[in-house]
Structures are given as C-alpha cells and as structure tokens.
C-alpha cells in the first residue's frame, strides 16, 4: 500500500540554524500539507500546498517557515531560524484530491528537538 | 472558542467490550468532514474513519462506527470488542467547507485508550 514518507525521523539541531524536513508524498496525491505536533499537546496545522502554491496556512506559519517542491516527487518544510518552542514532531500528510471526503494520509512523522 | 472537543483525556477498557470516544464539534458550515484518527505509542496517524456531513446513515469500518448526531454537534467514536493494540491516543478532527482546496484538519486534544487484559 502507498504511503507517506519522511526524512529524518528524529533531527535535532542548535537554536538558530537551519533545518530542512523532507516528505515524500504518495505518488498520485495533488495535496500537501505539515502539521506540527508539540509533545503531549494536539496537532496543529501549519500549510497545505497545492500545484506548487501555498493554498491555506496557520498563524504558525510565519515567515521563519517555507515550503517547497523542489522536484515531483519530494516536499519539503524549512525553517529558517529554528528556535526553541519550534521542537515538536512534524507531520506530512497528502491526499488524492480536493472535497471533504479525502482523507489525509500521514507520514510517521520527523522529530524535531532544537537545543 | 474550541472547535473541536475531546472531553475525556483517559479511557480505560476491559479486552473485548465496546467503548465510546466523545467528540463534539462547532462549526456554523453547512459542509463538513469528521474524522478520527489513531496515534499509537509509535507516533504515526493512522485514519480511521470518516463522516460527512450530509451523510444520512453514521459511518462504518470494521470494528469502528461513528455515532453521528448532527443536532448536537457530536462525532462519537465507538470501538466494539476492543483489544489490546487499540491502546493509542485517539484524535477527532474536522474539515469545513465543501470543494475547498487544502482544507485544514481542525484537531481536538485527544483521548488516551487505555485496553487491559
């Protein structure tokens, strides 16, 4: 069965550096999307992309947070200037097409720890 | 205001009976999904099931249904003969408004299920 892939599974990373999270997103799915989820709370949406455009984000996603598609088959969320409320584990998850009924299938997830 | 509501952080449950996960939701869209989702120890979200809207009859997969009570706002989760790796956290979400692109999973906070033998 398809799935959602994810790279690394835990990164963990100095306060103000870059980090890069990758997906791989199942191959026929049009929809993208991160969520964030800090440990113990509930998840939290950040951005959904679709046809190489931002299409809906959160308050999270501010402007230390970009994504991207940098070829057809990966997706990727980078924060620019990681900070320390930034750790969390950070879901990707893709779904086939738009309408309500289309579930989104996630990824197992990167942990991210910023020390 | 909390558009989704899990009011019960700990459930806890004998093997093989049925158990019931609350979930009340708030929203003015005459459009909407629910969905329940499983996050095992592994951390993973696993879908579970799926409700819209304007579905007349409450969803069904296996061993899970969905108690749907659109007057009361409510997408009760009901899982019946549980067992032991249902032990996870359980989160219901929504989707509002049909037809729009990317729309956001609302998630509620979630309830641990405890099963024991």
């Known amino acids: 069965e398809p799935e959602v892939t994810q790279t690394p599974s835990h990164q963990v990373t100095q306060m103000g550096q870059e980090v890069i999270l990758r997906c791989v997103p199942i191959?026929?799915?049009?929809?993208f999307y991160w969520y964030r989820q800090i440990l113990g709370q509930k998840v939290e949406f950040l951005v959904s992309?679709?046809?190489?455009?931002?299409?809906?984000k959160s308050e999270i996603f501010d402007d230390q947070f970009s994504v991207e598609r940098p070829d057809g088959s990966n997706f990727t969320l980078k924060i620019r200037s990681t900070k320390l409320e930034d750790s969390a584990m950070y879901f990707c998850?893709?779904?086939?097409?738009?309408?309500?009924?289309?579930?989104?299938?996630f990824g197992p997830g990167t942990r991210l720890t910023v020390t | 205001a909390q558009k989704i509501t899990q009011t019960q952080p700990g459930m806890f449950v004998q093997e093989k009976e049925a158990v019931t996960l609350d979930c009340t939701y708030d929203?003015?869209?005459?459009?909407?999904?629910l969905f329940w989702y499983k996050q095992p120890s592994s951390g993973e979200m696993i879908f579970l099931i799926y409700?819209?809207?304007?579905?007349?009859q409450n969803a069904t997969e296996g061993r899970y249904s969905l108690n749907f009570q659109k007057a009361r706002k409510s997408a009760n989760l009901v899982i019946s003969a549980s067992q032991l790796g249902d032990s996870a956290m359980y989160f219901c979400a929504m989707r509002e408004g049909e037809g729009q692109a990317g729309t956001a999973l609302i998630f509620g906070k979630g309830t641990t299920l405890s099963v024991s033998s």
């Open positions: 998850a893709s779904s086939e097409a738009r309408g309500l009924s289309y579930e989104q299938y």
């Open positions: 409700q819209g809207s304007y579905d007349e």
């Open positions: 992309f679709y046809n190489n455009e931002i299409s809906e």
């Open positions: 929203t003015s869209d005459q459009s909407y999904g």
């Open positions: 191959s026929n799915h049009l929809y």
